[in-house]
């Protein structure tokens, strides 16, 4: 069974940084996408940043130049580097991975910017 292990998080002031990271277990594939999704109180999940196991990327225009994923194929993992946060990033974070055609979550880790 596929599971999504999730690390990182935390509370930090305005203008700090973060590092996220989430592995996949349990699978003998390597995931074709991996990703951050948020959800903030009161609003829907959205999409922060995703990568492909060719390393195309792609971001939300919120965290453009500020939040940096990656990935290690070896290790199933993948990181999102986030700095100059702001209060507007507090959220709850969720881990993606689409392994073949179907897709898992993490638990999520909450992520708190104060001013």
């Known amino acids: 069974q596929v599971q999504l292990v999730e690390s990182g998080g935390g509370s930090v002031h305005t203008g700090g940084s973060l590092v996220l990271s989430c592995a996949a277990a349990?699978?003998?594939?390597?995931?074709?996408?991996m990703g951050w999704y948020r959800q903030a109180p009161g609003k829907s999940r959205e999409l922060v940043a995703e990568i492909t196991s060719g390393d195309n990327t792609n971001y939300a225009d919120s965290v453009k130049g500020r939040f940096t994923v990656s990935r290690d194929n070896a290790k199933k993992t993948v990181y999102l580097q986030m700095n100059s946060l702001k209060p507007e990033d507090t959220a709850v974070y969720y881990c993606?991975?689409?392994?073949?055609?179907?897709?898992?979550w993490g638990q999520g880790i909450q992520v708190t910017v104060s001013s």
């Open positions: 993606r991975a689409r392994i073949l055609s179907a897709d898992y």
């Open positions: 349990g699978s003998a594939f390597r995931p074709y996408i």
